[in-house]
């Protein structure tokens, strides 16, 4: 476990550069998770360190495989200095912990939603999972074990979401994009939906 967070650490300051802040959150019954702070120019990023030491597994699963089975840590990307943004630290570890205290497998296309606001004064209480693989590449572990993909967070408003479960992430990322909407304003208002 230990190696394999030493991985995924190596690889976050390999994409994003050095931590300027840290964070530990411990759940009763889980491992402890981490939360890295990158700054880079205007925009802050949040990376969880942690998610990944275990295998996702299904819930419905007689026994978790120790080896097998998805890894994941997550990335949220904002526009700094436009709200209290590291207030979300706390929110980022209970969503990391959710594979272990909920029996959860994280993976694109996923909502997340922690009933609270993000941060101070966000729209948002959660966030749609989108694909791995571009701002932090995949980390290759040794067969067995499923690479760690680094899954960033797109936040959503209340209205972003419920058209979501509805219509489905693409649609919604189409709308995102058709739009020219920010991910990264930590202030932004919801797409115009139909």
Do not use: C
């Not at 929110?91 to 993976?107: D, F």
């Amino acid at each position: 476990m230990a190696e394999i967070l030493a991985l995924v650490e190596a690889r976050l300051r390999t994409a994003l550069g050095e931590p300027d802040a840290r964070a530990a959150v411990t759940f009763l019954g889980t491992d402890r998770i981490e939360v890295l702070r990158f700054i880079d120019g205007d925009i802050v990023r949040y990376a969880t360190l942690g998610m990944s030491a275990q295998p996702m597994s299904d819930p419905t699963a007689a026994l978790a495989d120790p080896v097998k089975g998805p890894r994941a840590e997550l990335v949220l990307s904002v526009r700094g200095g436009l709200a209290d943004t590291d207030q979300v630290l706390r929110k980022l570890a209970v969503l990391a912990a959710s594979p272990q205290v909920e029996g959860l497998i994280v993976a694109p296309g996923a909502s997340l939603d922690v009933g609270e606001p993000l941060w101070p004064g966000a729209p948002f209480t959660s966030v749609l999972v989108a694909e791995g693989g571009g701002l932090v590449a995949d980390l290759e572990l040794d067969e067995p074990a499923e690479p760690v993909r680094f899954l960033p967070l797109l936040p959503m408003t209340h209205n972003e979401a419920a058209w979501k479960r509805v219509r489905g992430a693409q649609e919604l990322q189409e709308r995102w994009l058709s739009q020219g909407t920010d991910l990264r304003d930590p202030l932004r208002h919801s797409v115009t939906l139909d």
